[in-house]
């Protein structure tokens, strides 16, 4: 399985900035995908990665709200922008290899 | 939606067998059953996934019924550790548009003592 790292593991921000995260994973990989889980909840895809090409957004998510860059086939950072603390919540990073979805360990994000 | 049905929680002394049942009876032929579990505050971790065989890893044991309807994840000798959300899943292996995972609520399976 892939190896999967995350950036910043947690932080506290003020409403009305912006954070960016960064997913870094120890192979290529085609697909990558963000995912969101509101406290007490389940988790919600924000949009599929794929590099060469615009990520893809769920219904509900945009991208001037959560854009996203995927430069190469190791990488990809998702910015929370203009963040309310409607934003809080844990951001994690998934990637597709060997058939399967395997997981970073999340971003835990509080907006003050 | 999730495509999948479990029941809310389950509770298994430590040592026995914890049979973690799951209901997918709109599958469709070519969709494969996928079982993750996250422990508090980590990100999900791949379990075991399987088609209509029942298939076995070293964390688990997949139990498809003939009719691939329902399933029950098994882990054999519950530890404290084994203390999770369990998520059960059905997707496509590969090709096609259909990679994301849709997560349902899960199973909260505790461990006691």
């Known amino acids: 399985s892939a190896v999967i790292s995350q950036k910043p593991s947690r932080d506290i921000c003020q409403r009305g900035t912006s954070l960016t995260i960064q997913c870094q994973v120890d192979s290529q990989v085609t697909m990558m995908f963000w995912y969101r889980q509101q406290p007490g909840q389940s988790l919600t895809l924000i949009a599929t990665?794929?590099?060469?090409?615009?990520?893809?957004?769920e219904s509900g998510f945009v991208i001037d709200k959560f854009p996203i860059s995927r430069p190469n086939l190791t990488f990809s950072t998702l910015t929370v922008s203009n963040m309310s603390p409607e934003d809080s919540s844990i951001y994690l990073c998934?990637?597709?290899?060997?058939?399967?979805?395997?997981f970073g360990p999340g971003t835990r994000l509080t907006v003050l | 939606d999730a495509k999948t049905t479990q029941p809310p929680s389950m509770d298994c002394a430590e040592g026995r067998a914890a049979n973690l049942p799951c209901n997918h009876s709109t599958i469709s032929g070519n969709e494969y059953v996928y079982w993750y579990r996250q422990i508090h505050s980590q990100g999900p971790q791949y379990i075991i996934h399987g088609l209509k065989n029942n298939e076995t890893n070293e964390m688990a044991s997949l139990i498809i019924t003939e009719d691939r309807k329902s399933s029950t994840l098994i882990l054999p000798h519950a530890t404290l550790r084994d203390t999770a959300v369990y998520y059960c899943?059905?997707?496509?292996?590969?090709?096609?548009?259909?990679?994301?995972?849709?997560f349902g609520k899960g199973t909260l399976l505790t461990v006691n003592p």
């Open positions: 990665a794929n590099q060469g090409s615009e990520a893809t957004y």
């Open positions: 998934s990637v597709e290899s060997a058939g399967g979805q395997f």
């Open positions: 899943i059905v997707r496509l292996l590969s090709g096609g548009s259909n990679y994301k995972l849709t």
